[in-house]
């Protein structure tokens, strides 16, 4: 009849969580308030030919002055879960071990708003921005860095277990690491050789790895901790056994260095074959640290590669996309709406996972007119609808997965992009810094309210 819901619009299972996402360095502003330290991407943005524009993020959308203008209005979108990062320069703001009780006081803040408000938090210890004090001495080549952030989790998790529950240790360690010490684009732009990214990498593992412990210890009762991964994700080009399995071989081998390592508990042998002399260093103790147990695997979904069965001694062969396949304004933003279908698929059935996030999808434009007083962003009410409808058909095929999280909430500052490339669901006038629910906010906002795809 036509009261009953039809194919994709059956509900969302009721435990599924559908929340927004952003973090601290894009949105907040106030760089050099209430004794926050300069960070790896304050002093980054300020080297001439880094990021689009020359922008900074000294202001950005100026949350930290207007979370609460911001927690109403996620709250009238029926927002419930929003997942923020905590700047690790308001906590240490030189890397080492003094605290800055006004970073501490700050998110304190937050958090009781976002109560008052009816949203819980999901916070991400680690979104790319370093004490710039640490990347002096090394960043994340240096174990120094490590040590720093064994002792910032401990800080963090014991100031803030009443409030969160909800922790994810690092976000897309790529990013950080083989996109900023490797290829030079993201703070601190450094080319480093082969053996040193691979370090960073290690480092990094290391550190989710404390930040794991770092909740087991002093995230009280009902604590949950995860990893926020940027997996290589693909697609099979046809949904056969044959590409099907391609695609699985092809997943374990790309994310070999992180999830398989996470998941044996040592570096697989596929990698160390790959990488050889350039493998990285392994401390004793480090892979104890590196392969405990989680609560859930999140994992950041935008885009993704098309892959199919081979005669190749892999079994597989990476497919390059021709320059008419669609895509939004950067680049390397494909639309491939099933990516979101077989990354927690794939990872499932690789690693085990219990539960799974997608802890970001959404896309970016660089031309978003407002048209009487609306910016009616039919493209991003697509991209989400057509990756919505692959959420659901996860859930319907049995894939553990319990949550989504759209990014953005806000436009915000989009690293060596700049304020250019907008995420939001939520408009941003950076003359004004006034706020507007674009026509996807309101989408969004219903498929909450209704908990289906619409
Ligand atoms: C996420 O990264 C970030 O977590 C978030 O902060 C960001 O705002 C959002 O997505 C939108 O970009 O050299 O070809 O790999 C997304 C994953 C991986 C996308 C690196 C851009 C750089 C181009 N990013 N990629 S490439």
Redesign the pocket.
């Known amino acids: 009849s036509a009261s009953q819901p039809f194919g994709y619009q059956s509900p969302f299972p009721p435990h599924f969580v559908l929340g927004v996402s952003a973090?601290a360095p894009?949105i907040e502003g106030a760089a050099f308030t209430d004794g926050k330290g300069f960070s790896n991407w304050d002093h980054f943005a300020r080297q001439p030919g880094t990021v689009l524009g020359g922008d900074t993020l000294d202001v950005a959308v100026d949350h930290y002055h207007r979370f609460d203008e911001d927690f109403a209005l996620m709250a009238s979108m029926g927002v419930r879960d929003y997942r923020l990062s905590i700047a690790w320069p308001r906590i240490h703001p030189d890397g080492g071990p003094t605290v800055n009780q006004a970073g501490i006081d700050f998110y304190h803040r937050l958090f009781a708003s976002m109560k008052r408000h009816g949203i819980t938090p999901w916070v991400t210890l680690f979104?790319w921005d370093l004490p710039l004090p640490l990347e002096a001495r090394g960043g994340w080549t240096s174990r120094e860095t490590v040590d720093a952030f064994g002792r910032y989790a401990e800080t963090v998790v014991k100031a803030f277990s009443g409030a969160v529950k909800h922790w994810i240790t690092l976000?897309?360690i790529?990013?950080f690491t083989v996109?900023a010490y490797g290829?030079g684009?993201k703070a601190p732009g450094r080319k480093e050789p082969e053996a040193v990214v691979n370090q960073t990498i290690h480092h990094a593992l290391v550190c989710h790895g404390l930040a794991v412990r770092a909740v087991r210890q002093w995230g009280g009762e009902g604590a949950r901790v995860g990893l926020t991964d940027?997996s290589d994700v693909c697609v099979p080009v046809t949904e056969t056994p044959a590409d099907i399995a391609a695609a699985t071989a092809w997943f374990r081998d790309r994310n070999a260095h992180i999830l398989g390592a996470m998941h044996a508990g040592h570096y697989p042998e596929h990698y160390l074959r790959r990488v050889g002399k350039a493998a990285p260093k392994v401390a004793e103790g480090d892979f104890a640290l590196i392969h405990l147990p989680t609560d859930f695997l999140g994992m950041?979904i935008?885009t993704g590669h098309y892959v199919r069965a081979a005669d190749t001694p892999d079994g597989y062969e990476t497919l390059a996309l021709p320059p008419a396949y669609p895509r939004a304004d950067?680049p390397?933003l494909h639309l491939m709406p099933q990516s979101i279908y077989w990354a927690p698929r794939l990872a499932h059935a690789l690693y085990g996972h219990s539960s799974l996030f997608i802890t970001?999808n959404?896309c970016?434009y660089d031309d978003e007119p407002m048209i009487k007083g609306e910016v009616q962003d039919l493209h991003r009410r697509e991209y989400l609808r057509s990756h919505l409808r692959e959420v659901h058909r996860a859930i319907a095929d049995g894939v553990p997965l319990d949550g989504y999280f759209c990014?953005?909430f806000i436009d915000?500052f989009?690293?060596e992009d700049g304020y250019r490339r907008r995420?939001g669901l939520v408009h941003c006038d950076y003359q004004t810094l006034k706020r507007t629910p674009k026509l996807s906010a309101r989408y969004y906002a219903q498929v909450i309210r209704e908990r289906r795809v619409l």
């Open positions: 973090s894009q979104h976000n897309e790529r990013c996109l290829q684009i940027n950041n935008y950067p390397w970001e959404g970016g990014w953005s915000n989009e690293w995420f």
